[in-house]
């Protein structure tokens, strides 16, 4: 099983329109990573979390960290199709120091 | 410039042969990892060090070792007791180990045949 699930795994969106992919670990979460990823390249870091409530927007993108810390969302308004690739949800879980780990991945399409 | 290197970008090898994968940071960071990347299964943990001349296993640590004798470097061998060896393979390096964001590679696709 895995410790942080994201869903959904895939989307599919037209243009233009909003959408939200979600992060959740059962576990109390000391450090929460956003990352985006074209697919066999790298991972480029997009925001990090770390106090309860906090909230961070970068351009047309908004993370959140919710009062728990279990529990994180990354919205995207009025997307656009260079918004298109794997976005990943990776953090610092209690329990486990040291180790960055990550979720399955939310593949994202945007259709023109 | 500063950043992390993974070479070599293709790798193709026979099976019941080691490898090794070679990552390098000139960032000055002390927290480096390995990542195996399968479709569908996002990033799963291989190894991680949190400073020079120390390392942990990390989920799926089976047919793989490393070495962190220099803070710039953690090269992965995969050896032949790796079931399932062929993965898009991706290194990565923090500041420190905790509360600050990795940089990764850009992925060492290994090719088993």
């Known amino acids: 099983s895995q410790e942080l699930e994201q869903s959904p795994q895939s989307l599919i969106v037209q243009e233009g329109k909003n959408l939200t992919i979600n992060c959740t670990s059962s576990?109390?979460?000391?450090?929460l990573y956003w990352y985006k990823q074209k697919y066999g390249e790298g991972l480029i870091f997009l925001m990090m979390l770390q106090k309860g409530g906090e909230e961070k927007s970068h351009e047309k993108i908004t993370a959140k960290l919710d009062e728990k810390k279990q529990q994180s969302s990354l919205h995207i308004t009025a997307s656009q199709p260079s918004h298109a690739g794997i976005y990943l949800c990776g953090a610092e879980v209690a329990g486990n120091t040291g180790k960055l780990i990550f979720g399955q991945g939310t593949t994202l399409q945007v259709k023109p | 410039d500063g950043g992390i290197t993974q070479s070599p970008k293709y790798l193709f090898r026979k099976e019941g042969q080691n490898v090794t994968l070679s990552c390098e940071q000139n960032?000055?960071?002390?927290?480096m990892y390995w990542y195996r990347q399968d479709p569908g299964q996002g990033l799963r943990l291989i190894y991680y060090?949190?400073?020079?001349?120390?390392?942990q296993k990390g989920d799926i640590a089976e047919g793989y070792s490393v070495s962190r004798e220099k803070k710039e470097s953690f090269p992965l061998t995969v050896t032949s007791a790796q079931k399932n060896p062929t993965a898009f393979y991706l290194c990565?390096?923090?500041?420190?180990?905790?509360?600050?964001?990795?940089?990764f590679g850009q992925g060492t696709r290994l090719t088993v045949v």
């Open positions: 960032l000055n960071h002390d927290a």
């Open positions: 576990k109390t979460l000391y450090g």
């Open positions: 990565a390096s923090s500041r420190s180990w905790q509360g600050t964001e990795a940089f």
């Open positions: 060090s949190q400073i020079v001349n120390d390392f």
